[in-house]
C-alpha cells in the first residue's frame, strides 16, 4: 500500500516537473527492481546464517563425539581384562586354601588331587572365555601353528615330517591363534 502511494506521489511529482510517463515508469520499474534485490540478498544472507549455523552445530557434535568415543576406548583398554582377573580370583582363592592345607597335610595323595581339582577348574574357565588348545601331537609339521624347536631322526617313516613331541602347546583365543606350539619336528 506504501509503494503504491509513493509512485502516485512520485507520478503528481514527476508532471510538476515536466516528466512524462514512460519516463516515471522507467524510474519506478528501477525502484522495483532494488527492492526486489535488497529482499533478495537479506534472504541469501538469512540462508548463509542458517546454514553457519547449522555447520558449526555439526561440528560441535561431532568433536564431542570425538571426545566421547576416545574416553570409552580408553576406559575400555584400562578394564579389558577385568572380567578375565574376577573369574581368575575364584582360581587364586583355592590356590590359597591349597597352599594352606599342603602346610597341614602330610597325605601326598590329597595335595595331588587338590591341586589337580585346581588346576581343572583354571582350564575350564579359560575354555569358557574362548581359549582352546591346539593339538599338535603326531600332526603333520605347519609353518602357520607351529614353531619348530628341533628335528630328531625317527625309525618309523610315517613319523617324518610330523610332530613327534610338544615341549609348549599353542592356543587359540576364540579361533586365532594367539601362541604357536613349540615343537620336535621328526626327520
Known sequence: MEEREFQQQQVSDNEDFGINADENAAGTTHLNENLEDDSEIEKLQAELQ?????????????????????????????????????????????????????????????????????FNKLRKILQTKGLKEM?????????????????????????????????????????KLIRFAKVVVGK
Open 50 to 118: 542458517e546454514q553457519k549455523d547449522k555447520y558449526l552445530r555439526l561440528f560441535a557434535e561431532f568433536d564431542n563425539y570425538r571426545r566421547r568415543t576416545a574416553k570409552e576406548n580408553i576406559e575400555l583398554r584400562q578394564t579389558a581384562g577385568k572380567e578375565i582377573i574376577v573369574s581368575l580370583l575364584d582360581v587364586l582363592d583355592d590356590c590359597d586354601r591349597a597352599e594352606k592345607q599342603m602346610e597341614n597335610d602330610t597325605d601326598i595323595q590329597h595335595v595331588k588331587e587338590g591341586a589337580q581339582l585346581i
Open 135 to 175: 593339538d599338535s601331537q603326531n600332526k603333520e609339521f605347519d609353518v602357520e601353528k607351529h614353531e619348530a624347536i628341533t628335528e630328531i631322526p625317527v625309525q618309523n617313516p610315517k613319523q617324518k615330517g610330523k610332530v613327534v613331541d610338544e615341549v609348549q602347546k599353542g592356543y587359540y583365543l576364540n579361533d
